[in-house]
T-cell receptor, first 114, second 113 residues
Framework: AQKVTQAQTEISVVEKEDVTLDCVYE???????LFWYKQPPSGELVFLIR??????QNEISGRYSWNFQKSTSSFNFTITASQVVDSAVYFC???????????FGSGTQLTVLP | ETGVTQTPRHLVMGMTNKKSLKCEQH?????MYWYKQSAKKPLELMFV???????ENNSVPSRFSPECPNSSHLFLHLHTLQPEDSALYLC????????????FGPGTRLTVL
């Protein structure tokens, strides 16, 4: 069985603050993939990143960065210098060999205030 | 058209109605998915089609009936729904299986009266 936990239901920050969204996953497989998606108010999920279990290098893309730590089964997402347009629900997801499907966390509602 | 499109965007139906949701992907992918997103719940995978063959069916009630006539089109036929079926229904596509990123449509907001 696989499981994704996003303990932070809602986060509010003021524009230009940095914010980290937590994601903890569970799987018995050694090969798996982790994802982050953004869901703005329009409803469409937007793919942000995919990371496989053999690549623990952290990744940076503009103001976005991801910290993957297998030792703590975490794949956290940081937005630097947040902007109002970052306001959305962010989902972490896991796909592992035995499950053959993508399992989503419950999402974190991020609100960036001007 | 680009990406994944869904129609209609909003649908209100009575419990005795029959309606269909349509999804079309313009990405050349070979797998398509239906998800249900209810308030305060994680996304729930309903159906997966790979190469037009249904490969996953997550114990979805028979009042939901999927159809995949080709790799670009996916339908969800609805009949005798219940009020608790009101949700956002999202379609997605990917190249290959769940290890690859899925691209989502904007969803159909369904309200069952």
């Amino acid at each position: 069985a696989q499981k994704v936990t996003q303990a932070q239901t809602e986060i509010s920050v003021v524009e230009k603050e940095d914010v980290t969204l937590d994601c903890v996953y569970e799987t018995r497989d050694t090969t798996y993939y982790l994802f982050w998606y953004k869901q703005p108010p329009s409803g469409e999920l937007v793919f942000l990143i995919r990371r496989n279990s053999f690549d623990e290098q952290n990744e940076i893309s503009g103001r976005y960065s991801w910290n993957f730590q297998k030792s703590t089964s975490s794949f956290n997402f940081t937005i630097t210098a947040s902007q109002v347009v970052d306001s959305a629900v962010y989902f972490c997801a896991l796909s592992s060999g035995s499950a053959r499907q993508l399992t989503f966390g419950s999402g974190t509602q991020l609100t960036v205030l001007p | 058209e680009t990406g994944v499109t869904q129609t209609p965007r909003h649908l209100v139906m009575g419990m005795t109605n029959k309606k269909s949701l349509k999804c079309e992907q313009h990405l050349g992918h070979n797998a398509m998915y239906w998800y249900k997103q209810s308030a305060k719940k994680p996304l729930e995978l309903m159906f997966v089609y790979s190469l037009e063959e249904r490969v996953e069916n997550n114990s979805v009630p028979s009042r939901f009936s999927p159809e995949c006539p080709n790799s670009s089109h996916l339908f969800l036929h609805l009949h005798t729904l219940q009020p608790e079926d009101s949700a956002l229904y999202l379609c997605a596509s990917s190249q290959g299986g769940s290890y690859n990123e899925q691209f989502f449509g904007p969803g159909t907001r369904l309200t069952v009266l």
